[in-house]
């Protein structure tokens, strides 16, 4: 689906939690906003099967989110990497 987004969060502890979820922005620049926002705050808010999660950044050691968003200004933002190892 086209407008189908998602993200794994991989914990400090070795574990991961995988999302699937719809588009949440309208445009560009208002996920830029929420972006932002999110990394200000340093935590994550999810609506999930009727619950409420809190995720701290303190617990998270990276987040992988698809699909890459094609710009993000403000931020260093290197394209077409590669995993190696």
């Known amino acids: 689906m ?3 987004r998602g993200l794994t969060i ?3 502890d070795g574990s991961k ?3 699937a ?3 949440q922005s309208l445009n560009e620049t208002a996920a830029m906003l929420k ?3 999110v990394l200000k705050k ?3 808010l999810f609506e999930v ?3 409420f999660l809190v995720i701290p950044f303190k617990n998270i050691k990276y987040v992988q ?3 890459a968003p094609p710009q993000l200004h403000g931020h260093t933002y290197v394209k077409d990497a590669n995993i190696v190892s």
């Open 10 to 12: 991989f914990f400090n």
């Open 42 to 44: 340093r935590y994550m």
């Open 2 to 4: 086209k407008d189908e």
């Open 65 to 67: 989110l698809y699909p």
């Open 49 to 51: 099967d009727s619950t």
């Open 21 to 23: 979820f719809p588009k």
């Open 35 to 37: 972006l932002d926002d």
């Open 17 to 19: 939690m995988s999302l």
